[in-house]
């Protein structure tokens, strides 16, 4: 079992200029204990967990620590009096947030998880996929993945029970251990010798073959859709965010800077942004094609990244270009937007 089998797809995220009082109303709606903090571009560049925005002086900070869990229990009302000290705190994620930020990749089987989230005391980490954040993962979910063996399910609100993860790490090695060393089970008809003392024919027919290929084909059928769900929801949660999301100073200065590195390696284009060519107006057949109106259907973030680039960079000899990545069902799915500075 991998990371992507038993993660929470449908992440909550925050941006590093994100006030901490709507953080920390966030936390309590949600029932939630952490967010990641993704960039206008999507990218992971911290997490912010309840700890962190306890303040760090000592003295306030035993003063309010039972007002926070209070406030972050399940169920309870956000008093006037703690909303009213929210509204003094100026600080945002940016200033809280820490970082690095533990990963696991998204094909990491589930002992490989259970050991990051030991070996550097945390509670859960976000999964990635080809650089991007696709879930998260918790103790709660390799519990629950034990516990249903291997039914991954989203967790219920307000999950703040302590999980013994290292338990659930040796309890996991132990179980692969002895499916690795288990015969095959032994058909029904195997089971039980005949009363000649030789042992009895398993019962065969073809039709009972068809049906375990009917079953497996409807199982298989089932994950399909299911998987098929999952990223319709992701995807139209990401063109959503990214409609909406502004270009930060930050996040252009990010994309300069991995530019310059990719120049330094010897590349002639970087690719800037990857979005879902829904953010296109018809869906990415004009840069498809390629048609060269293509800047006209860009809608959101892929659009204000255009403007700068006219802006600020076409001035100074650079271009940029516009692809299909890649192609699911035969059909435009993401597009790219690359820097150039080739001859």
Known sequence: MKAADIMTRTVITVTPDTPVRAIAKLLHQKGISAVPVVDAAGALVGMVSEGDLIPRDESDRQARRDWWLRMLAEGEELSAAFVADLEK?????????????TTVPDDADIVAVAGVLAENHIKRAPVVREGRMVGIVSRADLV?????????AEPPPAERQPDPIQAAAEHLSALQARLKDKPPTPMAADAAPAASGSPAAPAL???????????????????????????????????????????????????????????????????????????????????????????????????????????????????????????????????????????
Request: charge should be negative; charged fraction near 25%; hydrophobic fraction near 40%.
């Open 144 to 152: 629950r993945a034990i516990a249903g063996n291997g039914q991954a």
């Open 89 to 101: 705190d100026l600080r945002t994620a940016g200033d809280v947030m820490h970082q690095p930020v």
């Open 205 to 343: 027919s073809a039709a009972g073959f068809r049906g375990l290929v009917e079953r497996h084909e409807k199982d298989e059928s089932a994950l399909r859709s299911d998987v098929h769900r999952h990223a319709e929801e992701k995807r139209h949660h990401e063109v959503s965010e990214m409609l909406a999301a502004a270009l930060t100073d930050a996040a252009w200065n990010r994309m300069m800077h991995e530019a310059q590195i990719a120049a330094g390696k010897g590349e002639t284009e970087h690719l800037l942004l990857r979005f879902p060519c829904e953010l296109c107006s018809d869906h990415g057949r004009a840069v498809n094609v390629p048609d060269p109106e293509w800047p006209a259907t860009l809608r959101g973030l892929p659009a204000r990244v255009f403007l700068r680039w006219k802006d600020e960079l076409r001035p100074q000899g650079f271009g940029l270009t516009a692809r299909i990545v890649d192609f699911p069902g035969g059909l435009p799915g993401d597009v790219g937007l690359f820097l150039t500075w080739g001859k």
